[in-house]
């Protein structure tokens, strides 16, 4: 009864602080049924009366046997996120009948921490099936724009450059980030029998991993839309195409590299549960990256926007260059602090701390990060809008002389 509004977080939330509790209990009464074995390693024999009451696991502590008449004492499990330390003691006695019921029970003799009441737990679920529902759509949305701005740039050839190409890969790395999100859920949360604190599949496992490399690549191709456009700036609006594969390698190779040391650092040392816990000290694998890519970009977000201004008070640049200058780097500008602040932010406390906060940034705000990249790069860049409406005068025009052809036809007919 103690641990039910802890399962019942864990299994909403589906991260861990709480399955730690489950996790010790089941550790401690595995301990139990080891001693239990050991205690009677022959086959089972018929009780005899008097001999008193054999080791038992209650669901909470283990009860060394004890002879008839006698009575035995245990201190509150040490649980520091269910139970405060305290000095309370609880007793059962050996009778004729077998163990006695704790006596006082454990809720009476230990302080627990403040739990949830059921009333509270159903609020709970229910902001978390509204919070899921908010970024399914944000995802969906994200996914939609995306796909559609891919292809506006693979379907006209005049977008076809090294500018727009890493736009492209910038874009299918938030594909595979709300596809990842989307696959993570289908296989972790499907099920509300599962118990997600003891889950160890492969398939989950590989669910994990997938997801960590959308997020790592998302971040590292926002880094290399940073460097190319640092690079542009300091090469004055030239850029050799060798360096595409360079961008390729950070954007792509990186978070695999990543990744796979991972995956094999937790194959190696950590290979428990579904490899979803945040709180394990092999995360900084993964976290590390991240935050180098974010201050690398603050650092290029500093130096462009110092290299932009320089350029837009030299007496001696067009205006026409300014405005140049002005429409390349305003979406990329606004994209680097937009990723990385709230990232940089809760990065300088434990994972469990701010869990709302930070779920509520990186899911439901983060859902839709997507669909501003595609606005900004695609939807509401001026080359593009110029291209769509150039195609659409030529579509417009083949129309009117399809038409005007046919009806010539049937006169002349």
């Not at 230990?110 to 949830?116: A, D, G, I, V, W």
């Not at 796909?147 to 977008?159: E, H, T, V, Y």
């Not at 500018?163 to 938030?174: A, E, G, K, M, P």
């Not at 590390?288 to 350029?311: D, E, G, S, Y």
Request: proline fraction near 4%; hydrophobic fraction near 45%.
């Amino acid at each position: 009864v103690i641990l039910l509004p802890a399962l019942s977080l864990s299994k909403v939330r589906g991260t861990h602080p709480d399955c730690s509790v489950v996790l010790h209990f089941q550790r401690r009464e595995a301990e139990c049924l080891q001693r239990i074995r050991s205690e009677s390693p022959g086959p089972a024999v018929p009780e005899q009366a008097g001999e008193g009451c054999p080791t038992e696991w209650d669901g909470v502590s283990c009860w060394p046997a004890l002879p008839l008449g006698q009575s035995r004492h245990v201190a509150c499990p040490e649980i520091l996120n269910v139970f405060q330390e305290s000095t309370g003691l609880i007793q059962r006695n050996c009778t004729e009948w077998g163990w006695s019921l704790p006596s006082p029970p454990y809720h009476r003799a230990c302080r627990l921490e403040t739990l949830s009441s059921n009333n509270d737990t159903e609020a709970k679920a229910r902001h978390f099936v509204t919070m899921k529902v908010l970024y399914t759509c944000g995802y969906s949305t994200s996914l939609a724009a995306l796909l559609l701005a891919i292809g506006i740039f693979s379907c006209f050839r005049k977008l076809h450059c090294t500018r727009n190409s890493i736009h492209i890969h910038f874009f299918t790395s938030f594909i595979l980030r709300g596809t990842a999100v989307f696959i993570k859920d289908s296989v972790l949360f499907s099920d509300e029998s599962i118990d997600h604190c003891t889950m160890s599949t492969v398939t989950c496992k590989a669910a994990i991993a997938f997801f960590q490399y959308s997020v790592l690549a998302n971040f590292y191709w926002l880094l290399v839309e940073g460097l190319y456009l640092q690079t542009l700036l300091l090469l004055t609006f030239t850029c050799d195409r060798s360096y595409t594969w360079g961008y390729v390698l950070i954007g792509w190779g990186v978070p695999m590299v990543t990744v796979g040391v991972w995956v094999l650092t937790r194959l190696q040392y950590d290979n428990h549960g579904c490899w979803d816990d945040y709180s394990s000290l092999y995360w900084w694998v993964i976290k590390a990256p991240i935050l180098l890519a974010i201050f690398v970009n603050f650092l290029i977000f500093l130096n462009v926007t110092r290299m932009l201004a320089q350029k837009i008070r030299c007496p001696d640049l067009s205006k026409t260059h300014k405005q140049q200058y002005m429409r390349l780097t305003k979406s990329t500008l606004l994209l680097i602090p937009l990723f990385g602040v709230h990232y940089v932010v809760f990065a300088l406390f434990p994972e469990h701390v701010g869990v709302d906060a930070r779920l509520y940034f990186e899911l439901v705000l983060g859902s839709y990060q997507g669909f501003l990249v595609a606005l900004l790069y695609c939807f509401l860049n001026g080359e593009v809008q110029a291209e769509i409406r150039r195609n659409w005068g030529t579509w417009q025009r083949s129309m009117e002389s399809n038409v005007f052809n046919l009806a010539t036809q049937d006169f002349t007919a």
